[in-house]
Protein backbone atom coordinates (compact mmCIF):
# COMPACT_ATOMS: atom_id res chain seq x y z
CA UNK A 1 0.00 0.00 0.00
CA UNK A 2 1.04 3.51 -0.80
CA UNK A 3 1.67 5.73 2.18
CA UNK A 4 1.79 9.96 1.03
CA UNK A 5 4.82 11.85 3.37
CA UNK A 6 3.86 14.75 5.38
CA UNK A 7 5.26 17.19 2.59
CA UNK A 8 2.87 15.07 -0.01
CA UNK A 9 0.05 15.23 1.94
CA UNK A 10 0.82 19.49 2.94
CA UNK A 11 0.68 19.71 -0.83
CA UNK A 12 -2.50 18.25 -1.82
CA UNK A 13 -3.62 20.35 0.63
CA UNK A 14 -2.26 23.64 -0.67
CA UNK A 15 -3.20 23.40 -4.12
CA UNK A 16 -6.90 21.64 -3.19
CA UNK A 17 -9.69 24.65 -4.28
CA UNK A 18 -10.46 26.71 -1.56
CA UNK A 19 -13.92 26.09 -1.78
CA UNK A 20 -13.96 22.82 -1.66
CA UNK A 21 -12.45 22.86 1.77
CA UNK A 22 -14.95 25.95 3.43
CA UNK A 23 -17.92 26.01 1.30
CA UNK A 24 -20.49 26.63 2.67
CA UNK A 25 -19.53 28.44 5.78
CA UNK A 26 -22.32 30.34 6.27
CA UNK A 27 -25.99 30.36 5.95
CA UNK A 28 -27.05 30.49 2.15
CA UNK A 29 -30.01 32.49 1.13
CA UNK A 30 -32.42 31.38 -1.51
CA UNK A 31 -33.98 34.15 -3.45
CA UNK A 32 -37.67 33.34 -4.53
CA UNK A 33 -38.48 36.11 -7.24
CA UNK A 34 -41.92 35.78 -6.28
CA UNK A 35 -44.44 36.60 -3.43
CA UNK A 36 -45.07 34.39 -0.83
CA UNK A 37 -47.73 31.13 -1.34
CA UNK A 38 -46.53 30.86 -5.15
CA UNK A 39 -45.29 28.00 -6.58
CA UNK A 40 -41.91 28.89 -6.56
CA UNK A 41 -41.81 29.59 -2.88
CA UNK A 42 -44.01 26.93 -1.80
CA UNK A 43 -41.66 24.12 -3.57
CA UNK A 44 -38.20 26.39 -2.13
CA UNK A 45 -39.48 25.95 1.40
CA UNK A 46 -39.96 22.14 0.91
CA UNK A 47 -35.99 22.10 -0.29
CA UNK A 48 -35.02 24.33 1.97
CA UNK A 49 -36.57 22.27 5.25
CA UNK A 50 -34.81 19.24 3.92
CA UNK A 51 -31.35 20.22 2.69
CA UNK A 52 -31.01 21.75 6.23
CA UNK A 53 -31.39 18.51 7.89
CA UNK A 54 -28.17 17.35 5.23
CA UNK A 55 -26.01 20.36 5.94
CA UNK A 56 -23.71 20.83 8.97
CA UNK A 57 -24.03 24.11 10.95
CA UNK A 58 -25.29 26.47 8.05
CA UNK A 59 -28.74 26.57 7.05
CA UNK A 60 -30.58 28.02 3.37
CA UNK A 61 -32.82 31.28 3.74
CA UNK A 62 -35.73 31.53 1.98
CA UNK A 63 -36.09 35.06 1.10
CA UNK A 64 -38.59 36.54 -1.16
CA UNK A 65 -37.86 39.73 -3.74
CA UNK A 66 -41.00 39.97 -5.57
CA UNK A 67 -41.78 42.34 -8.63
CA UNK A 68 -41.68 42.77 -11.71
CA UNK A 69 -42.99 39.68 -12.59
CA UNK A 70 -39.79 37.86 -11.21
CA UNK A 71 -37.45 40.90 -12.51
CA UNK A 72 -36.52 42.33 -9.06
CA UNK A 73 -35.31 39.35 -7.77
CA UNK A 74 -33.25 37.84 -10.84
CA UNK A 75 -31.58 41.03 -11.47
CA UNK A 76 -30.48 41.09 -7.73
CA UNK A 77 -29.12 37.28 -8.24
CA UNK A 78 -27.39 38.57 -11.41
CA UNK A 79 -25.59 41.37 -9.64
CA UNK A 80 -24.69 39.14 -6.27
CA UNK A 81 -21.68 38.25 -5.33
CA UNK A 82 -20.68 34.86 -7.01
CA UNK A 83 -19.40 33.23 -4.11
CA UNK A 84 -22.68 30.25 -3.26
CA UNK A 85 -23.70 32.32 -1.15
CA UNK A 86 -26.73 33.71 -3.01
CA UNK A 87 -28.93 31.01 -5.01
CA UNK A 88 -31.65 31.92 -7.33
CA UNK A 89 -35.05 29.98 -7.68
CA UNK A 90 -35.37 29.97 -11.30
CA UNK A 91 -38.07 29.82 -13.38
CA UNK A 92 -38.50 30.10 -17.56
CA UNK A 93 -39.07 33.93 -16.93
CA UNK A 94 -35.61 34.29 -16.59
CA UNK A 95 -35.18 33.78 -20.30
CA UNK A 96 -38.29 35.63 -21.35
CA UNK A 97 -37.89 38.34 -18.68
CA UNK A 98 -35.19 40.15 -21.04
CA UNK A 99 -36.90 40.35 -24.31
CA UNK A 100 -40.44 40.66 -22.78
CA UNK A 101 -39.98 42.92 -19.71
CA UNK A 102 -36.80 45.00 -20.61
CA UNK A 103 -34.98 43.27 -17.90
CA UNK A 104 -31.64 44.36 -17.13
CA UNK A 105 -29.82 41.00 -17.52
CA UNK A 106 -29.70 38.02 -20.13
CA UNK A 107 -30.25 34.27 -19.22
CA UNK A 108 -25.96 33.97 -19.31
CA UNK A 109 -25.77 36.12 -17.05
CA UNK A 110 -26.54 32.85 -14.70
CA UNK A 111 -25.03 29.35 -14.06
CA UNK A 112 -27.46 26.44 -13.86
CA UNK A 113 -26.77 24.43 -10.93
CA UNK A 114 -29.51 21.93 -10.65
CA UNK A 115 -33.21 20.97 -12.03
CA UNK A 116 -36.05 20.12 -9.46
CA UNK A 117 -39.10 20.19 -11.18
CA UNK A 118 -39.88 19.91 -15.28
CA UNK A 119 -43.82 20.02 -16.35
CA UNK A 120 -44.00 19.71 -19.80
CA UNK A 121 -46.18 21.45 -21.90
CA UNK A 122 -49.25 18.81 -23.29
CA UNK A 123 -52.22 19.25 -25.73
CA UNK A 124 -55.86 18.39 -24.04
CA UNK A 125 -58.58 18.09 -25.76
CA UNK A 126 -62.18 17.28 -24.21
CA UNK A 127 -62.80 13.79 -23.03
CA UNK A 128 -65.63 13.41 -25.78
CA UNK A 129 -63.28 14.73 -28.36
CA UNK A 130 -63.61 13.83 -32.13
CA UNK A 131 -59.91 14.07 -31.69
CA UNK A 132 -59.30 10.36 -30.62
CA UNK A 133 -54.80 11.12 -31.38
CA UNK A 134 -52.77 14.03 -31.81
CA UNK A 135 -52.21 12.69 -35.10
CA UNK A 136 -55.67 13.19 -35.96
CA UNK A 137 -55.90 16.81 -34.46
CA UNK A 138 -52.88 18.10 -36.09
CA UNK A 139 -54.40 16.05 -39.51
CA UNK A 140 -57.49 17.87 -38.80
CA UNK A 141 -55.95 21.52 -37.88
CA UNK A 142 -54.35 21.47 -41.07
CA UNK A 143 -57.90 22.21 -42.63
CA UNK A 144 -59.92 24.47 -40.26
CA UNK A 145 -58.36 26.67 -37.83
CA UNK A 146 -58.70 25.20 -34.26
CA UNK A 147 -59.74 27.30 -31.20
CA UNK A 148 -57.04 26.49 -28.17
CA UNK A 149 -57.38 27.60 -24.56
CA UNK A 150 -54.22 29.52 -22.89
CA UNK A 151 -53.57 30.90 -19.40
CA UNK A 152 -52.91 34.54 -21.19
CA UNK A 153 -51.22 35.65 -24.41
CA UNK A 154 -47.62 36.05 -24.77
CA UNK A 155 -47.20 33.40 -21.95
CA UNK A 156 -45.41 29.85 -22.38
CA UNK A 157 -48.48 28.47 -23.18
CA UNK A 158 -49.36 30.89 -25.74
CA UNK A 159 -45.57 30.77 -27.13
CA UNK A 160 -45.90 26.77 -27.50
CA UNK A 161 -48.65 27.19 -29.38
CA UNK A 162 -46.80 29.83 -31.40
CA UNK A 163 -43.50 26.78 -31.09
CA UNK A 164 -46.10 24.39 -32.83
CA UNK A 165 -47.06 27.12 -35.73
CA UNK A 166 -43.31 27.04 -36.47
CA UNK A 167 -42.62 23.36 -37.44
CA UNK A 168 -46.39 22.50 -38.82
CA UNK A 169 -48.76 23.80 -41.37
CA UNK A 170 -50.92 24.71 -38.80
CA UNK A 171 -52.59 27.83 -37.15
CA UNK A 172 -54.73 28.55 -33.64
CA UNK A 173 -57.09 31.06 -32.73
CA UNK A 174 -55.54 31.63 -28.91
CA UNK A 175 -58.19 32.46 -26.44
CA UNK A 176 -56.73 33.46 -23.20
CA UNK A 177 -58.67 32.45 -20.21
CA UNK A 178 -57.66 33.62 -16.82
CA UNK A 179 -57.78 30.93 -13.86
CA UNK A 180 -57.57 27.49 -14.33
CA UNK A 181 -60.37 26.31 -13.93
CA UNK A 182 -62.58 28.77 -16.24
CA UNK A 183 -59.91 27.18 -18.74
CA UNK A 184 -61.15 23.73 -17.66
CA UNK A 185 -64.70 24.39 -18.24
CA UNK A 186 -64.12 25.88 -21.53
CA UNK A 187 -62.69 22.36 -22.92
CA UNK A 188 -64.47 19.82 -20.30
CA UNK A 189 -67.90 22.01 -21.89
CA UNK A 190 -66.62 21.55 -25.29
CA UNK A 191 -66.33 25.30 -25.99
CA UNK A 192 -62.59 24.91 -27.23
CA UNK A 193 -61.08 22.64 -29.26
CA UNK A 194 -57.97 21.92 -27.63
CA UNK A 195 -55.92 23.61 -24.38
CA UNK A 196 -51.84 23.91 -24.07
CA UNK A 197 -51.36 22.83 -20.25
CA UNK A 198 -48.28 21.75 -18.20
CA UNK A 199 -48.73 18.57 -17.53
CA UNK A 200 -48.80 18.66 -13.77
CA UNK A 201 -52.44 20.85 -13.74
CA UNK A 202 -53.63 19.00 -16.69
CA UNK A 203 -53.25 15.35 -15.03
CA UNK A 204 -55.16 16.12 -12.60
CA UNK A 205 -57.95 16.43 -14.85
CA UNK A 206 -57.32 13.77 -17.23
CA UNK A 207 -59.22 10.23 -16.81
CA UNK A 208 -61.39 9.32 -13.86
CA UNK A 209 -64.25 11.73 -14.98
CA UNK A 210 -61.99 14.56 -15.32
CA UNK A 211 -63.76 15.70 -18.67
CA UNK A 212 -60.13 16.01 -20.43
CA UNK A 213 -57.76 13.66 -22.64
CA UNK A 214 -54.18 14.46 -23.09
CA UNK A 215 -52.89 13.58 -26.95
CA UNK A 216 -49.09 14.53 -26.76
CA UNK A 217 -46.37 15.83 -23.97
CA UNK A 218 -43.56 18.27 -25.17
CA UNK A 219 -40.94 15.86 -23.68
CA UNK A 220 -38.23 13.95 -24.47
CA UNK A 221 -39.66 10.72 -23.28
CA UNK A 222 -43.62 9.71 -22.44
CA UNK A 223 -44.52 10.32 -19.43
CA UNK A 224 -44.27 7.56 -16.31
CA UNK A 225 -47.87 8.52 -15.44
CA UNK A 226 -49.17 8.55 -18.77
CA UNK A 227 -47.07 5.41 -20.64
CA UNK A 228 -49.62 5.30 -23.52
CA UNK A 229 -49.38 9.17 -24.44
CA UNK A 230 -46.90 10.07 -26.79
CA UNK A 231 -43.83 12.92 -27.02
CA UNK A 232 -44.39 15.82 -29.62
CA UNK A 233 -41.70 14.55 -31.50
CA UNK A 234 -43.65 11.05 -31.84
CA UNK A 235 -46.27 12.37 -33.61
CA UNK A 236 -44.46 14.70 -35.77
CA UNK A 237 -44.06 17.80 -33.79
CA UNK A 238 -40.37 18.80 -34.30
CA UNK A 239 -40.25 19.96 -30.28
CA UNK A 240 -37.49 17.93 -28.33
CA UNK A 241 -38.89 19.46 -24.75
CA UNK A 242 -41.15 22.57 -23.92
CA UNK A 243 -41.48 23.13 -20.28
CA UNK A 244 -41.91 24.72 -17.14
CA UNK A 245 -39.07 24.35 -14.98
CA UNK A 246 -37.77 25.12 -11.92
CA UNK A 247 -34.39 25.01 -9.80
CA UNK A 248 -31.61 26.72 -8.87
CA UNK A 249 -29.36 28.78 -10.72
CA UNK A 250 -26.16 31.30 -9.33
CA UNK A 251 -24.31 34.31 -10.95
CA UNK A 252 -22.42 33.18 -13.83
CA UNK A 253 -18.73 33.87 -12.41
CA UNK A 254 -19.50 31.32 -9.50
CA UNK A 255 -16.93 28.64 -8.95
CA UNK A 256 -17.00 25.43 -10.09
CA UNK A 257 -17.03 23.37 -7.10
CA UNK A 258 -19.46 25.79 -5.50
CA UNK A 259 -21.96 24.87 -8.25
CA UNK A 260 -21.14 21.00 -7.96
CA UNK A 261 -21.42 21.21 -4.21
CA UNK A 262 -25.04 23.11 -4.57
CA UNK A 263 -25.58 20.00 -7.38
CA UNK A 264 -24.81 17.39 -5.24
CA UNK A 265 -26.71 19.11 -2.09
CA UNK A 266 -30.23 19.30 -4.50
CA UNK A 267 -29.14 15.70 -4.96
CA UNK A 268 -29.27 14.56 -1.98
CA UNK A 269 -32.61 16.44 -1.23
CA UNK A 270 -33.91 14.57 -3.87
CA UNK A 271 -32.93 11.47 -2.83
CA UNK A 272 -35.05 12.10 0.77
CA UNK A 273 -37.84 10.23 0.83
CA UNK A 274 -39.57 12.70 3.06
CA UNK A 275 -38.69 15.37 0.24
CA UNK A 276 -40.35 13.51 -2.79
CA UNK A 277 -43.68 12.37 -0.37
CA UNK A 278 -43.71 16.29 0.57
CA UNK A 279 -43.44 17.87 -3.52
CA UNK A 280 -46.07 14.81 -4.46
CA UNK A 281 -48.34 15.97 -1.52
CA UNK A 282 -48.08 19.62 -2.96
CA UNK A 283 -48.79 18.69 -6.52
CA UNK A 284 -44.99 19.16 -8.05
CA UNK A 285 -43.37 15.98 -9.50
CA UNK A 286 -39.84 15.93 -7.74
CA UNK A 287 -36.87 15.23 -10.52
CA UNK A 288 -33.60 16.06 -10.49
CA UNK A 289 -31.10 17.03 -13.12
CA UNK A 290 -27.53 18.44 -12.66
CA UNK A 291 -26.17 21.64 -14.06
CA UNK A 292 -25.48 20.25 -17.30
CA UNK A 293 -29.02 18.41 -17.45
CA UNK A 294 -30.13 21.88 -16.39
CA UNK A 295 -28.60 23.79 -18.64
CA UNK A 296 -29.74 21.48 -21.79
CA UNK A 297 -33.27 22.20 -20.66
CA UNK A 298 -32.63 26.39 -20.21
CA UNK A 299 -30.73 26.55 -23.69
CA UNK A 300 -33.57 24.46 -25.71
CA UNK A 301 -35.86 26.88 -24.19
CA UNK A 302 -34.57 30.07 -24.91
CA UNK A 303 -33.12 29.07 -28.56
CA UNK A 304 -36.99 28.32 -29.05
CA UNK A 305 -38.57 31.18 -27.51
CA UNK A 306 -36.58 34.07 -28.24
CA UNK A 307 -36.96 33.26 -31.93
CA UNK A 308 -41.03 33.09 -31.31
CA UNK A 309 -40.75 36.48 -29.14
CA UNK A 310 -39.14 38.14 -32.23
CA UNK A 311 -41.09 36.85 -35.11
CA UNK A 312 -44.39 37.43 -32.87
CA UNK A 313 -43.40 40.67 -31.69
CA UNK A 314 -44.36 39.95 -28.16
CA UNK A 315 -40.65 41.34 -27.00
CA UNK A 316 -40.43 45.40 -25.88
Not at 41 to 65: K, Y
Not at 282 to 296: I, L, M, P, T, W
Amino acid sequence: MKTLTLAATLAAVMTAPLFAQTYPEKDIDLVVPFDAGGSGDVTSRIIAETANTLLDGVEINVVNRAGGGGVVGQTFVSKAKPDGYTILAMTSSVVTNPQMKGAPYEVTDFRPVALYNLDPEVIAVPADSPFETAEDFLAAAKGETMNVVVAGIATSHHMSGLAIERVTDIKFNYIPTKGFGAQVQAIAGGHADAALWPLGEAAGQAGNGGGVRILAIASEERSADFPDVPTFEEVGIDIPIWATFRGWAVPKDTPDEVVKTLSDLMKSVYETPEYIEKMDASGYGAVYRDAEGFSFVVDSYAEQTSVIIEEAGLGQ
